[in-house]
């Protein structure tokens, strides 16, 4: 398995047996891409040429293994405490960037098609006036061709 970001840049890519398991932490925000790969014949033939993979992947401070993090570095309960909720507000606070990033690409793309949408308008009010125009000239050579006017 490998993880990249975008545009391809290999990030992590290890290789496993049978089974695996890994963690990754990204350290640069923005899209990352997962590529697995079997190279095994032999599964092929028992699973009738089907792989079965089972992806759990998790974001956040949810990833942190606290009581491990705790035994590491000797953290009393509140100490423990105070990093768990320091890292659900650093966690907060890229959900609001995030936030604002996703209103600020919104709110280009409803200006540009709003844009898109007044020129459209103009182009056809100008298009139905020429065209009333353009009839109203055809009509009146036609009745004059036709000595009625």
Known sequence: PGVGRVPAQVVLSRQYGSEGRFTFTSHTPGEHQICLHSNSTRMALFAGGKLRVHLDIQVGEHTNNYPEIAAKDKLTELQLRARQLLDQVEQIQKEQNYQ?????????????????????????????ILTGIWQMRHLKSFFEAKKLV
């Open 100 to 128: 604002r990033y996703r209103e600020e690409r919104f709110r280009m793309t409803s200006e540009s098609t709003n844009q898109r949408v007044l020129w459209w308008s103009i182009a056809q009010t100008i298009i139905l």
